[in-house]
């Protein structure tokens, strides 16, 4: 006489192959995950780079002023005041701060991908853009983010597939 499962088996089989699709999406969330850190990094590095330029420029611009402003008080000149020499002197001492504060996060930046890339210690890391670039988008509205993201991302498909595995 034979035996009847009622479907068990295939069901048990079709649960097994959406528990397969739920780990091999829960991959992809990690595979996104260390994208997302890569990409975190490097444009860290980046930033740090633009800051850096940017502020070097300016401490130059502010030398350049304090320089000037010290011949003219010198010159016994009554636009500029002692105060105002400290002040601009003050300022440039910022400047250097903050570049090296922008260096201290180049570094740590460098240090981040050179860790996420699993590059030997001591590697140098040669970033392939000078800068950042501003990204222009079409914005769409958060319904439309929802809806696309409820789609593509590895997290909801592993949500999907662990649910109907599970009934």
């Not at 528990?19 to 975190?40: D, F, I, P, W, Y």
């Not at 260096?103 to 853009?129: N, S, Y």
């Amino acid at each position: 006489q034979p035996l009847y499962t009622f479907g068990k088996i295939s069901s048990f089989r079709e649960a097994a192959g959406r528990g397969v699709r739920a780990s091999e999406a829960a991959v992809s969330v990690t595979a996104s995950e260390v994208v997302l850190q890569v990409k975190q990094a490097y444009s860290g590095a980046l930033l740090a780079g633009d800051i850096r330029e940017f502020l070097l420029g300016l401490k130059e611009e502010l030398q350049r002023t304090l320089d000037s402003a010290e011949r003219r008080f010198e010159a016994g000149s009554a636009a500029v005041t002692l105060g105002d020499l400290y002040q601009l002197r003050a300022f440039v001492a910022g400047l250097a701060k903050g570049i090296a504060d922008a260096d201290q996060g180049d570094r740590l930046a460098r240090e981040a991908l050179r860790t996420l890339l699993q590059l030997e210690e001591g590697a140098r890391i040669e970033l392939a853009d000078k800068k950042l670039s501003p990204i222009t988008t079409d914005v769409k509205n958060v319904a439309e983010y929802e809806r696309v993201a409820g789609e593509i991302r590895p997290e909801f498909t592993q949500l999907r597939e662990g649910i109907k595995a599970r009934e």
